[in-house]
């Protein structure tokens, strides 16, 4: 009995979410990506010059003063974190882990929100999150250089597009529903 309960809970949070979610397109990826590719590129770098070596942050920021994601990534252990206050005592241990400050977080959210982008994952490429879309997300692969040509053949899928030499567009569906960039009409 509970778990039929469960069940139906479920189906009604995917139901209320997916009708009632934000829903953006790939022109709305490009859009932001041609009005903002001067901030978008302030975050890479910011971003990656925040990192420390053999470190790699995932963070997306919520509405308020949240922390949808904070993972910290160092020697393959991840310390992975959902859903926390910017000010708590564990936003606190990661950003010692990071020697980052509070100011540091708050100039990263405000380059975020400059760039009209809600996460980055450090890295090479840098991934920066444009907005949820449904249960899914939309992506920047913003590489250093021009993208290898041994990466290209993975960043020629329905997941990716490649829109420039340094860009690579990506759509992640989520738990349920397409994987894939929407066909285009």
């Known amino acids: 009995m509970a778990v039929d309960s469960y069940c139906l809970w479920f189906v009604h949070f995917v139901f209320w979410y997916l009708l009632l979610g934000p829903f953006y397109s790939k022109e709305d ?4 990506y041609k009005s903002n590719e001067k901030q978008i590129n ?31 990534t160092q020697n393959n252990l ?18 010692r ?16 929100d400059e760039a009209n982008c809600i996460s980055v994952r450090s890295g090479e490429p840098c991934q920066i999150g444009f907005k949820r879309s449904g249960m899914g997300i939309y992506f920047y692969n913003i590489f250093a250089g021009p993208i290898a040509d041994s990466l290209r053949s993975r960043y020629d899928s329905c997941t990716y597009i ?24």
């Not at 990826?29 to 932001?32: G, Y």
């Open 29 to 32: 990826l490009v859009r932001n």
């Open 42 to 72: 302030d975050v890479k770098n910011y971003m990656n010059s925040i990192t420390p070596l053999n470190t790699e942050v995932d963070i997306e920021f919520d509405k308020g003063n949240r922390l949808a994601i904070f993972h910290v």
């Open 162 to 185: 490649l829109y420039s030499d340094r860009v690579a567009l990506e759509y992640g569906g989520g738990a349920v529903g397409s994987q894939c960039f929407a066909k285009e009409k």
């Open 78 to 95: 991840c310390d992975c974190n959902w859903d926390l206050q910017m000010d708590s005592t564990k936003t606190d241990d990661l950003l």
């Open 97 to 112: 882990k990071l020697h980052w400050s509070q100011a540091t977080l708050d100039t990263l959210k405000l380059k975020l």
